[in-house]
């Protein structure tokens, strides 16, 4: 980094923007302007970040860094082993300003609130202008979500979808969405047989290159002492590799993806699931292309519409709508905790030691991937905090930290509306509760798990089941309001007053044998 040279403006690039094509890089003149970039160590540390989600992030950077030099752009870049490295973005970014001056920093917006106070202050303090671009890679900006929101009594995710199929023209004929349906939910809900997973294409795996290896070795050696493991990494880190993996995708598991994506395998890692949510989030794909290409799948009769409109729903519905929940929301939304849950995590949520069988194989695959599908996060390891009562921060902060596809915007929403009912019911309509009879129902694992679905109390009673019903007596008063919880309170009221305190005397048998994470 010269002390000596002057630019006119400092285009910067976060971890998770590597676009080229994004609107910072619009106006962007090789003569006159420079990239920069920075690998600091609060960004691996705010939260106690895992082992592959901070190999995935380095990598990533690296590797779009190499592309920009490949243009011979002018560029600034702290590595994390530099010797005059700096720990934090703010000081990172605070040094290179004092040494260069340019006239004006240009960015695409962050997706994550800390970071944008973070460079707006620095900015502030430095007295240079910023510019804050869209980030067009989004179907949906902000203002156009808060305009969808305008005059609602409710958010929902069904109406938002609807209305971005519609604009978009997706899976649409005219107005009417095609075959005249908006789902296929209840097509989509099929459990997996052995013959089945036997034929699993496997999906894109990636052998790291010398930038990766190279990322591997620091990520060894600084962060040792971290969760999970880098001995199965093999992400796409490129845009090209990226595509790779989209293409495979649709040509091998797409089919199949819709009936099965809710089902879960012991010790199956990726099953029908696309393997694409980190490229989509780094910005290594653009959300247009994934569902376009889904899409043409249908129409070509590669894949069912039950399947297509299921993946797509997940990108131009879901991604979309957290997104949007995330940005008019914040900051506020990180404190909120409408069912008052306090205590802390689980220690075996960082090792994956614990009996249940289903909760140790999504707690040991994510700790050895940086990697779980949808339902086995909001049906297992999620379902067992928010049934157990932990505080939905230090939820968010695991969530945050163990997942290589895991950016802010995307997560918080993910866990402490949707997963953890902390925000009353802004995001979803009711809790996501279920018993061990559904993870029965949606894999094998209860058949080799020392604990019965079937049973609430007892030696041997399964702790979701236990702590299901508990959490219904706990929370029956709160939950009669919501309409959709009915039925399951419906049950409650039959059970006897003996049945209650012997629910919740081994709901608290549960609770007092965890031991709590000291970090």
């Known amino acids: 980094m010269s002390d000596k040279v002057s630019y006119r403006n400092l285009i910067v690039v976060l971890g998770d923007q590597l676009n080229i094509n994004a609107a910072a890089f619009d106006e962007f003149d090789p003569l006159h302007d420079a990239v920069w970039m920075a690998e600091v160590e609060e960004?691996?540390?705010?939260?106690?970040?895992?082992?592959?989600?901070?190999?995935?992030?380095?990598?990533?950077?690296r590797h779009f860094a190499e592309s920009i030099q490949a243009q011979k752009w002018k560029l600034i870049y702290q590595k994390l082993d530099d010797v005059s490295s700096l720990?934090?973005?703010?000081?990172?970014?605070?040094?290179?300003?004092?040494?260069?001056?340019?006239?004006?920093?240009?960015?695409?917006?962050?997706?994550?609130?800390?970071?944008?106070?973070?460079?707006?202050?620095?900015?502030?303090?430095?007295?240079?202008?910023?510019?804050?671009?869209?980030?067009?890679?989004?179907?949906?900006?902000?203002?156009?979500?808060?305009q969808h929101m305008t005059g609602r009594k409710s958010l929902r995710l069904e109406y938002f979808y609807r209305e971005m199929r519609r604009r978009h023209g997706v899976l649409m004929n005219d107005e009417e969405p095609l075959a005249g349906r908006w789902n296929f939910d209840s097509e989509n809900r099929r459990a997996l047989s052995a013959s089945t997973?036997?034929?699993?294409?496997?999906?894109?795996?990636?052998?790291?290159?010398?930038?990766?290896?190279?990322?591997?070795?620091?990520?060894?050696?600084?962060?040792?002492?971290?969760?999970?493991?880098?001995?199965?990494?093999?992400?796409?880190?490129?845009?090209?590799?990226?595509?790779?993996?989209l293409r495979k995708f649709i040509d091998e598991r797409l089919a199949n993806f819709g009936p099965y994506q809710d089902a879960m395998w012991p010790d199956k890692v990726w099953l029908f699931h696309s393997h694409l949510s980190a490229s989509l989030?780094?910005?290594?794909?653009?959300?247009?292309?994934?569902?376009?290409?889904?899409?043409?799948?249908?129409?070509?009769?590669?894949?069912?519409?039950?399947?297509?409109e299921g993946f797509i729903r997940q990108i131009l519905g879901w991604r979309e709508y957290v997104r949007g929940i995330y940005w008019t929301q914040m900051p506020d939304y990180l404190d909120r905790n409408e069912l008052e849950a306090c205590l802390p995590l689980p220690t075996f949520y960082w090792t994956g030691?614990?009996?249940?069988?289903?909760?140790?194989?999504?707690?040991?695959?994510?700790?050895?991937?940086?990697?779980?599908?949808?339902?086995?996060?909001?049906?297992?390891?999620?379902?067992?905090?928010?049934?157990?009562?932990?505080?939905?921060?230090?939820?968010h902060a695991w969530y945050l930290s163990v997942y290589v596809d895991a950016v802010e915007w995307a997560e918080l929403p993910n866990t402490l509306g949707m997963s953890q009912f902390a925000d009353g019911g802004l995001m979803a309509s009711k809790p996501y509760i279920a018993s061990g009879q559904y993870i029965n129902r949606m894999s094998p694992y209860c058949k080799t798990c020392p604990y019965d679905p079937k049973r609430r109390t007892?030696?041997?009673?399964c702790p979701m089941t236990v702590l299901y019903w508990d959490f219904l007596l706990r929370h029956e008063s709160k939950l009669s309001q919501n309409q959709r919880m009915i039925m399951q309170l419906r049950n409650v009221k039959r059970l006897s007053e003996t049945e209650r305190v012997d629910i919740r005397a081994a709901a608290e048998s549960i609770r007092r044998r965890l031991t709590p994470m000291t970090q």
């Not at 300003?97 to 900015?123: N, Y």
């Not at 496997?202 to 930038?211: G, H, L, V």
């Open 43 to 61: 960004e691996s540390t705010h939260v106690w970040s895992s082992q592959s989600r901070i190999a995935m992030f380095l990598s990533a950077m």
């Open 87 to 146: 720990p934090s973005l703010a000081e990172c970014l605070t040094k290179t300003l004092q040494a260069c001056r340019p006239q004006k920093i240009i960015m695409t917006a962050p997706g994550d609130w800390r970071v944008l106070r973070a460079i707006q202050g620095v900015a502030r303090q430095e007295s240079i202008q910023l510019e804050i671009q869209p980030d067009r890679h989004f179907y949906c900006s902000v203002r156009e979500f808060k």
């Open 197 to 245: 997973v036997a034929g699993i294409p496997t999906p894109s795996q990636f052998e790291p290159d010398e930038i990766t290896r190279e990322v591997l070795r620091l990520v060894a050696s600084r962060f040792a002492t971290h969760p999970g493991s880098i001995k199965n990494f093999a992400w796409p880190v490129t845009r090209e590799q990226a595509l790779d993996a």
């Open 281 to 308: 989030n780094l910005k290594l794909l653009d959300p247009r292309e994934v569902v376009g290409a889904a899409e043409q799948a249908y129409r070509c009769g590669k894949a069912s519409l039950a399947s297509v």
């Open 353 to 395: 030691e614990t009996e249940m069988t289903c909760l140790r194989d999504a707690l040991k695959q994510t700790l050895n991937y940086g990697y779980a599908h949808h339902i086995q996060r909001l049906m297992i390891t999620s379902l067992y905090t928010l049934l157990l009562g932990i505080d939905p921060r230090a939820v």
């Open 458 to 461: 007892g030696d041997n009673a």
